[in-house]
């Protein structure tokens, strides 16, 4: 569960640590495994003030606790702090330099808000060689192309898209 969970990958980490803190026996690293869980399923929404404040220090503490830093880019992200939150998500690129899911949250954020397309389409490229299965960094790597102009390599990547997310209304406007 701890390797997951420093590896970034949430979902096989919540599993293994759920099944390690309610086993019957006592184990160093159990009282541990409860409070990485707290972070795993704490509600990024539901997070303010004071809460805030504790998470952040607590990340002082441990700054290389990549759940952690993405629980903050993800409230700084409801709050609307594009600087911090950008800021967050690259040191969380760092600890987990293959992690596509972050990689993508980053290249929306430069190919959006932070309008730095170069910088978008370079982490969506990465994104794509780590993940050429996701519809997602398909959407928005084909989404960049298109305004870069390369409309044959961006119809390739927004058909495989709109193929496993056929609801999706802004893919279904770029394509």
Known sequence: GMTHYMLDEEA????ALQRAVRSDRDFPGK???????????MDPKSVRGDALSA???KQQASPND???????AQIYEIQGDQGKVVATYEKVLQLTPRNSAVMLKLAQLYGGPLKN???ALEIARSARNL?????QIAATLGGLILQSGDFPYALTLLQEAS????????LLHDL
């Open 117 to 119: 397309r170069s910088r």
């Open 66 to 72: 990549p759940v952690l830093l993405r629980r903050l």
């Open 55 to 57: 998470l952040e220090k």
């Open 12 to 15: 096989p980490a919540r599993l």
């Open 131 to 135: 993940d050429s299965d996701d519809p």
């Open 163 to 170: 193929r496993k997310l056929p609801n999706d209304a802004s």
């Open 31 to 41: 009282e541990e495994g409860r409070q990485r869980l707290v972070l795993l399923e």
